[in-house]
């Protein structure tokens, strides 16, 4: 297929397109580029994220070019307490996943989950 011929000659051209089109065809046991993205429609929040109601923490990067703009559709899509983290190319963590500053990203990560988990402890017991 000239798609699946095209997005190859793109992988070649650095390892970010290569990994990320590589290792997706591998999670979802694709036989091609092509057939992963057919296979990834079925993966969405639509008509779920609504229905979260715990707290959610949602993290976006500065520079996320794997799948920009997403986190900031989730986070619209949330009804119930989320906030949301952004990570910056100054801090050097804007890239997707943060990639290039994993330790800044669990560091921040982590202290939110901590501060609530310090929160829940903290809040007094519910009888029936």
Not at 1 to 23: A, F, H, Q, Y
Not at 45 to 56: G, Q, S
Not at 77 to 88: D, I, Q, R, V, Y
Request: with cysteine; glycine share 8%.
């Amino acid at each position: 297929m000239e798609v699946d011929r095209e997005i190859c000659k793109l992988m070649e051209t650095g390892p970010s397109m290569r990994w990320v089109i590589g290792n997706g065809v591998f999670a979802f046991d694709a036989k091609s580029p092509t057939d992963w993205m057919r296979k990834t429609r079925a993966y969405t929040m639509k008509n779920v994220a609504d229905r979260i109601r715990c707290e959610m923490l949602v993290v976006d990067s500065e520079d996320d070019k794997d799948m920009p703009g997403q986190a900031r559709q989730l986070y619209a899509a949330l009804t119930g307490p989320k906030e949301c983290m952004l990570f910056t190319r100054k801090e050097g963590a804007g890239e997707h996943c943060q990639i290039g500053a994993a330790s800044l990203s669990n560091e921040r990560i982590l202290d939110w989950l901590d501060g609530k988990m310090k929160a829940a402890v903290a809040r007094p017991k519910r009888t029936r």
